[in-house]
Structure formats: C-alpha cells, structure tokens
C-alpha cells in the first residue's frame, strides 16, 4: 500500500553511492558458524525500487530498530533508507519496514566533530546542517548488526541492539573532540505537532521524551541514554535559539553533547532504552537487557537471536541464490509486529493510557490488510508460540478502542487500508485452535468489530454490499474485503454452534455476487439501486484513491473471493470459462491511465503481485482441478519476481507479507483461505526443507527429482502414505511429519484432477 509524498531531496548518486553492495564489504569481519543462517541473509535486498525495508540493527520483533536514516524524504525513503542516497542524518531508535507510508524514525543520535547546524541540512550540500556523506563500501550490514564511516567527520559508527535497547559504538579520529547531537526533531513522514524533551541527569545520563503527531496521531516515546565516558558539556536548542544549560523542552529539541578530546582515536559507547510509558521504565528495560558494555557480546547475542529463529526453517538446495532470496525473505518476515511493552509489563494502550500485562507481550506494528494473506499464516506454523499473544494483542486494542485494529501503530488506530483485517487474523487463531487466549472475548471483538458503521460498514449492512454513491472511493474493495472477513467470522460462528450468527455473517459473506456483472465478467462499482456504474468501462484503468478499488483495477479485483472460490467459480458459467478468464488475467496487457498506484507493480499480464490482493490468486488453479498452472506461474513468480539485487522485490515489502509470499510459495504451498487453511499446494523450489512447528515437532518437506524443468507434482506421500489431495490441513502439518513430492518436467494428468483431490470451499 501507499500513498504518494512529495519527493523533498534528489537521489544522491552523484556523491558516488553504488547501486549494488555486499552486506559482507567494509569494516570487520562479520564472524559467524559454519551452520548460521545469518549469513545468508542480505539485508540490501527491498533497498532499491519501492521495497522500502529496514536497514538497521534489531533482533527479531524487537521495540528497537536502531538504524541510519537518510536526509532525503519521499514515498521511497519511508523506512529511511534508500539504496540510492549517500547521506546519514543519524541513527534513529525506530524504524518502519516496506510500508507505504512514513513515520517513526525517533530519537535521533549522531556523531560529529568540528561544528554542525541543528538542523536537517540540504541534499547536495554536504557542509550543510546536521548530516554527513558516506560510501558504500565502509557499510557492514547483518541481521542484529550495522556498521558505517561518516566521511564528513571521519567517525566509524557500529549499532547493535536487544529488544528494547539500542547499543551505539562510535570511533572518533584521533585530536578531534567527540561530540554526539541528539535530535528529537527528526522524524520520517508527515509530522504535525511535536515536543521534545532533553535533561542531562547527570555526566553520563540523558534522558527524555518526543511526541508527535504524524501517520499515528499520537506518539510518544520516551528514552534514557547512557555514556561510556562523561559528558564535559552540553548545549541544548529549540528551533531558534541555543543556550548552555542541562535540559530543554521545545516543538524542535536538540542536544550537542561534548566529550573530552583523547590523543588517540577514542571510542564512545552508547546504551540508549526505549519506553511507551516513561523514562523510568526505559531505566529499567536498560537495567534487565544491556547492564554491562560489551557491544561485541550484545552483538554475538543478536547474531544468536536471528539465527534461533531463522533455524525455524533449513533448507537444502544446490540453487545458492534461491537460498539468499528465502533467509532474506524469512528475516524480513520478523522485523515486525514490533514489541510494544516495557519488562515490568508497562504498555501505552490504544485508549492512550498505561495498562500493565500479567503475562505475555504487547505488540504493534500490524499492517494486518497486507499480513493476514501469509505473513500471519506463516506464523501460525513456524511461530505457534507467538501467535496467542499476537491474539491477546488485538483483544487489548479492542477492549481499549471498541474494535479489532486495522492499521494499529505505536498504540494508534490509523484506520488506514479497507475491511475488516482484525477479524481475520483472529478468527484464523481460534480456527486453527490456537489456545492462550480467551475464545469468548474473541467472539464478542470480532462480532462488535463487524457491527461497526464506519469506513463503509454502515452502507454494507443496510445494502448487503458497499455502494458507489454512498461510499464514494474504493467501494468495491471495501466491500469485498468486508466479506471476507464475515465468511471468516461465519465458520468461527459455526465452530461454536452460533447458527443464528452463522447464517447472518455467511450470507453477508455473498457480498461479492453483488458486484458481478455476468455480461462483462468483472466485478464492477454498484450503486444503491443496484445499478452498475454508468459509462465506458474498462477493466485496465486505475485511479489511486479515486475509484472503486483499492490500489488496482478491475482486472485485480475480479478475484478477490479467497473464502469461496467455489462459488466464485459458478458466477462465470462453470469451471471452464472460469479457467478461460483466469488464464486471460496472465496475458492481457492494456493501460492502466497516469493516475494508477504505483502499487501495481510485479505485472504478470494484469496478475499484480506488487501489491497483496493478487497474492492468492496463483492458487486459484487447484480449486479448478488444474494445479499444474498454479506451479508454472508460481516458479514464474519465484524466479522473476524477486531476486537478490537491491531491487529484488516487485512492490513493497509491506510489514513482511511480500517475503512470507516467497517463504509459503518456496516451501512448496500457500493458504488461500483467509482462516483455518487449508495450504494448497503450488511448487515446491528447494529439495528439502525441514519446519520446527512447535515444541520439538519437525514436519519435512521433500522433493524428490526437483529441478526447473521439473517443477510439477506427479505424485505426493503424507508419512510414507499415498496422499491424493493437492492441499493440506494445518493440523497435519503442525502435528509434524514427512510430506513428500515426487516432482516431474510434464503436468501430471491425474494429480490434483479429481473433485476429491481439490481444495474446496467451506461454507
């Protein structure tokens, strides 16, 4: 998803920056094990193009994504970091990954000598401001790891973090005087109102808070900071003055900190905590998580981190690249949900008061319109442990803000993308029976949540579909979305023998019919009179934010029917035209006008998987007794729609769905479903893969003769069993087990063909 910002500074490849790097060039090694996984993992891939991801240091779903940020703003520097720019304004404590949208990018810390403005200074001007150049090549980038020279200062800056501590090393040039800004001015994206708060405690503490006012209306973070060596002095400035003195509280909040000059080269070490509540508590979350000073140790511990998560999946495989392209993919799939409580269980709730846990961890961070596709599926199977507090998570917001999240950022409902995603993550929990979370409570916030008469709710109770002319952009969408989640709301209904509830919400899940026009064969905006659209239409033609899809057109939106391709399939006459349509979604080409999203990106014909609502389409194929297209189009996507070059993903990363794409499809299949499964089978790529599912359960998947060329199922065995289905129950997977493909170079004339054999639909 996106929205388009106004570009303030050109890309800076005049300075010299490269295109392309290696995680591994510049400063120290990066040591690692002959078996960790982190060295696979490039986290330049998603750096170019619009993928927008993190770059920075963190350990998996931490509170603290410490990384540099660049002066440049626009749509593609919303994480902070664009491949083509070679400037560093500071290492912010907090950091999106491939959204569409800017924000975050708090507390920012940089190292100087000599003199600098507090300010932002002025892309191509490298004396300007408060920022300096860098090259490539001095850069090192792992997973829990980030290292970098600033040219302007001759600093070498390392980064390294726990989850709710950001660990900052910095080595400055001999007979230069060390001096460390902190800048609660900064931020990324569109910022309103803001305050910061600067006080030196003491000659080796400062500690503070920002607010702000950006894409989550109300931010807060608070933060404490402690150095390795005294501080000698400090100047502290708002926007128009500046003054000697120990603390400050202004809208533009800056600190120039002075360290004493050491005759050869110096290091400073940085502990910096991060609280949603108060400095007290980031006091105590840097107490319980980095005591001491050992960065390399905090480093190795990080490194430990990434690799005991990355262990969830080993693959095997002879394809060294494809390998890359997975643990990449798998590392980004845990930048986020982001943690969102202090150790003592303190967290900011979405009511925008403290609340304290009894057990367990608060997120945020859920980009859910984009995530319940695979991101959350994907978790369901090689993160079971984490699911119920994800859960738990969703059921605090609803408890606190009267609904499910739909966009929930740093304790902030941004509303922002359309349906009811909330529901759907948690209904695929309860009907996966995930436990460790109240079922009764969940019932009741999905149902409160699909009774809301917001974002076009209101129109789509009272219609039984969104109308155009009462909900004037996106109707179709939202309206599709909404019946999504009612079908999954539905089967949690009927699991629970709640049939008055079961009929209601599974006959508002029908919404799509209502948008079809058997004529054209599309689904189309409707008005309240059930009238379709008025005028030419064409199916290619999109407008962002001005028509009745949501990022697309109605080529990407005919399909939106996860929950009953059934019978989806039945509006087209049968599974032959139906088969006809889908095939033509793969070949046709048309304009889609100057005022399409740039989200429809990774073009397929019209397929787009840039953007999620394409993202099961593929799969679509099995349920028409075809699998072997599905497996053509999913290598297809595989091999050409992500890469390991910098601008190796086809749209946005958006919050870790575009990678859990990959990871789903690599392994070999894919929940079209939208809650409960089953997976469908696609194309397995790697010749092994070994899943850690829970506890010490183990479910292996194994390809037998794979290649390129062989890329089509011929036949399957479930634990040493003939298995006939070309699908798979989320139960038989998370009991653990062997699953294995026997793999061939023509389509198979009887896998996956008959009715029985075939995903089906539940109702």
């Not at 008061?353 to 959350?376: C, E, I, M």
């Not at 119920?388 to 059921?395: A, E, G, K, R, S």
């Not at 799509?512 to 030419?536: A, E, H, M, N, W």
């Amino acid at each position: 998803m996106m929205i388009i910002l106004q570009d303030l500074a050109k890309k800076l490849i005049a300075f010299g920056a490269p295109l392309v790097a290696l995680a591994s060039c510049g400063g120290s090694a990066h040591v690692q094990s002959a078996d960790s996984l982190t060295q696979y993992v490039d986290p330049y891939i998603g750096t170019g193009g619009h993928g927008h991801v993190f770059v920075g240091a963190n350990v998996p779903y931490g509170a603290v994504q410490l990384g540099p940020s660049n002066i440049s703003t626009g749509w593609d520097w919303v994480s902070g970091y664009h491949i083509s720019d070679s400037t560093i304004m500071g290492f912010a404590h907090q950091h999106l990954s491939g959204t569409g949208i800017g924000d975050l990018g708090d507390v920012v810390f940089l190292p100087f000598t000599g003199t600098v403005r507090f300010d932002r200074g002025q892309a191509g001007d490298p004396q300007s401001g408060a920022y300096s150049l860098f090259r490539r090549e001095t850069e090192n980038v792992a997973p829990g790891y980030y290292r970098v020279h600033l040219d302007r200062f001759g600093v070498d800056a390392e980064l390294t973090a726990t989850a709710r501590v950001g660990f900052h090393k910095y080595t400055y040039p001999a007979q230069e005087i060390p001096k460390i800004l902190i800048n609660l001015d900064a931020g990324i994206g569109w910022e309103g109102e803001k305050e910061g708060h600067i006080v030196l405690e003491n000659d080796s503490v400062v500690s503070g808070y920002r607010y702000s006012m950006g894409w989550a209306k109300k931010q807060k973070i608070y933060f404490s900071a402690t150095f390795s060596q005294p501080v000698a002095s400090i100047r502290v400035a708002d926007s128009t003055a500046v003054q000697d003195g120990k603390s400050i509280t202004a809208p533009r909040a800056y600190a120039e900190l002075t360290f004493v000059k050491n005759p050869k080269a110096s290091d400073i070490l940085v502990k910096v905590a991060v609280s949603p509540v108060s400095i007290a508590n980031a006091k105590q979350n840097m107490q319980s998580e980095l005591s001491g000073w050992d960065f390399a140790a905090t480093k190795h511990s990080a490194d430990k981190a990434w690799n005991e998560q990355l262990q969830k999946i080993r693959v095997e495989t002879a394809d060294t690249v494809a390998r890359k392209i997975f643990y990449t993919a798998l590392y980004h799939t845990m930048i986020a949900p982001s943690l969102f409580n202090d150790v003592n269980g303190d967290y900011m709730g979405a009511d925008f008061k403290p609340h304290r846990l009894d057990t367990g961890s608060n997120y945020t961070t859920f980009s859910l319109w984009d995530t319940y596709r695979a991101a959350h599926p994907l978790m369901s199977i090689i993160h079971p442990e984490r699911v119920p507090d994800m859960v738990n998570t969703m059921l605090r917001i609803y408890q606190e803000q009267g609904k499910l999240p739909v966009w929930h950022l740093v304790g902030n409902e941004t509303d922002c993308m359309v349906g009811n995603p909330g529901i759907i993550v948690v209904a695929d929990a309860y009907l996966k029976g995930v436990e460790g979370f109240d079922k009764d409570l969940a019932y009741e916030a999905m149902k409160e949540s699909a009774m809301k008469d917001d974002r076009g709710l209101r129109w789509y109770k009272e219609y039984g579909y969104v109308p155009f002319d009462k909900e004037k952009v996106e109707s179709v969408a939202k309206g599709l979305e909404f019946a999504i989640a009612d079908w999954s709301l539905a089967q949690v209904a009927k699991l629970r023998g709640e049939d008055k509830d079961y009929s209601y919400f599974l006959n508002r899940s029908q919404a799509y019919k209502k948008y079809f026009d058997p004529d054209l064969q599309f689904l189309r905006g409707v008005d309240s009179q059930g009238k379709f659209r008025p005028g030419p239409f064409d199916p290619f033609h999109s407008a962002h934010l001005a028509n009745d899809y949501t990022e697309g057109n109605a080529w990407q939106y005919t399909w939106l029917v996860p929950h009953d391709v059934n019978g989806f399939m039945g509006l087209f006459g049968g599974e032959k035209q139906f088969l006809t349509k889908l095939d033509s979604l793969f070949v046709v080409e048309g304009d889609l006008g100057e005022e399409a999203s740039p989200d429809i990106s990774g073009l397929i014909g019209q397929y787009a998987h840039g953007n999620e609502p394409s993202h099961h389409v593929i799969y679509m194929y099995s349920y028409a007794g075809q699998p072997w297209k599905a497996a053509e189009r999913v290598r297809q996507t595989l091999a050409t729609l992500y890469t390991d070059q910098v601008d190796g993903l086809s749209g946005n990363e958006d919050v870790g769905q575009m990678s859990a794409w990959y990871v789903l499809s690599a392994l070999g299949f894919y929940q079209v479903s939208p809650a409960g499964g089953p997976f469908v089978f696609g194309s397995p790529l790697f010749d092994r893969a070994t899943l850690r599912v829970g506890g010490d359960k183990v479910f292996e998947l194994i390809a037998h003769g794979n290649s390129a060329d062989n890329k089509y199922i011929q036949r399957v065995k479930l634990n040493g069993q003939v298995y006939d289905k070309s699908y798979i129950s989320y139960e038989d997977i998370q009991k653990g087990g062997t699953l294995e493909f026997e793999m061939g170079n023509e389509p198979s004339v009887t896998f996956g063909v008959a009715n029985d054999a075939r995903p089906y639909s539940v109702q």
